[in-house]
């Protein structure tokens, strides 16, 4: 019974990275694409002998057994169940012609509300050796996240993280939306968590300085001294590294005696 490994879950093999939408580039939230090419069809629809001969013991009318070897098929590769109706019919039609169907019923996608359908999830879930999301797998992502959240700060970068950890732990994923919403939830914890460690290094003296740095200067540049130290430096000369106006020098006083107070604590 083979279990739903990486390679056959997400782009990172050489055969399910043509089959991901390029909506989502960055992301590894898998996602079928509308326009499949024939060799596509044939190394990731098809399906195995063992596969079909399980669909027979599942269900004998074939017209339920396509159905289960479209979800099995598209749960293979994507590693989350979507509904029928969102398959492309390129797909449906290749695994319904490869079970010698000479076309698709118009009903069809009545197996996405039917109780059949119910019956059939856990079924592959079993064949595949996949477990349910639940609490065990909330818990996992989460602390998955807030990790990867304290070595990196783009979303997109954790989610990748967070998706793989769930599928070396067998998990069923959850809905993009889900991903996403923790994923923002579990950075901003993590931050906010360096912010508090960061101000209680500082003493009162070097919070007044950082002030300094951001406060609304009064002339008429109208720019703070941390806008003027953001600014890129110029040749290194000694003539532009002199200061210019009284206000640069007291901006690179005090961005000093920040930067002092700052690495006393």
Same mark, same amino acid.
């Given at each position: 019974?083979?279990?739903?490994?990486?390679? %056959?879950? *997400?782009?990172? /093999?050489?055969?399910?990275?043509?089959?991901?939408?390029?909506?989502?580039?960055?992301?590894?939230?898998? %996602?079928?694409?509308?326009?499949?090419?024939?060799?596509?069809?044939? @190394?990731?629809?098809?399906? =195995?002998?063992?596969?079909?001969?399980?669909?027979? +013991?599942?269900?004998?009318?074939?017209?339920?057994? &396509?159905?289960?070897?479209?979800?099995?098929?598209?749960?293979?590769?994507? #590693?989350?169940?979507?509904?029928?109706? $969102?398959?492309?019919?390129?797909?449906?039609?290749?695994?319904?012609?490869?079970?010698?169907?000479?076309?698709?019923?118009?009903?069809?996608?009545?197996?996405?509300?039917? #109780?059949?359908? +119910?019956?059939? &999830?856990?079924?592959? %879930?079993?064949? !595949?050796?996949?477990?349910?999301?639940?609490?065990?797998?909330?818990?996992?992502?989460?602390?998955? *996240?807030?990790?990867?959240?304290?070595?990196?700060?783009?979303?997109? @970068?954790?989610?990748?993280?967070?998706?793989? $950890?769930?599928?070396?732990? /067998?998990?069923?994923?959850? #809905?993009?939306?889900?991903?996403?919403?923790?994923?923002?939830?579990?950075?901003?914890?993590?931050?906010?968590?360096?912010? +508090?460690?960061?101000?209680?290094?500082? =003493?009162?003296?070097? %919070?007044?300085?950082? @002030?300094?740095?951001?406060?609304?200067?009064?002339?008429?540049?109208?720019?703070?001294?941390?806008?003027?130290?953001?600014? @890129?430096?110029?040749?290194? =000369? !000694?003539?532009?590294?002199?200061?210019? =106006?009284?206000?640069?020098? $007291?901006?690179?006083?005090?961005?000093?005696?920040?930067?002092?107070?700052?690495? +006393?604590?």
């Amino acid at each position: 019974m083979p279990a739903l490994t990486r390679s %056959r879950r *997400i782009s990172c /093999s050489n055969s399910a990275k043509t089959a991901i939408h390029a909506h989502c580039p960055r992301n590894r939230v898998p %996602r079928l694409k509308s326009n499949v090419t024939r060799r596509e069809l044939i @190394d990731l629809y098809t399906p =195995t002998e063992a596969e079909v001969e399980l669909a027979g +013991r599942v269900s004998k009318d074939p017209s339920a057994k &396509v159905p289960f070897l479209i979800l099995l098929k598209t749960f293979q590769l994507l #590693g989350y169940f979507i509904a029928l109706r $969102e398959v492309p019919r390129c797909i449906v039609e290749h695994i319904a012609n490869d079970q010698g169907m000479l076309f698709v019923p118009d009903n069809m996608e009545e197996y996405d509300e039917s #109780g059949t359908r +119910r019956r059939h &999830v856990p079924i592959i %879930r079993k064949y !595949l050796r996949v477990k349910t999301f639940d609490e065990s797998g909330q818990a996992l992502l989460s602390t998955t *996240i807030r990790r990867a959240a304290a070595r990196m700060e783009d979303l997109a @970068d954790i989610i990748n993280i967070a998706i793989e $950890e769930l599928i070396r732990h /067998s998990f069923e994923l959850p #809905g993009f939306t889900s991903l996403t919403k923790e994923a923002q939830r579990g950075r901003a914890e993590v931050n906010r968590a360096l912010y +508090r460690q960061v101000y209680d290094a500082l =003493t009162a003296e070097g %919070r007044n300085a950082i @002030d300094t740095l951001l406060a609304e200067p009064a002339s008429e540049s109208h720019q703070t001294r941390w806008n003027m130290l953001k600014q @890129d430096a110029g040749s290194p =000369t !000694l003539t532009l590294w002199l200061p210019k =106006t009284q206000c640069e020098l $007291e901006t690179r006083k005090s961005c000093l005696h920040a930067d002092t107070l700052c690495r +006393r604590n």
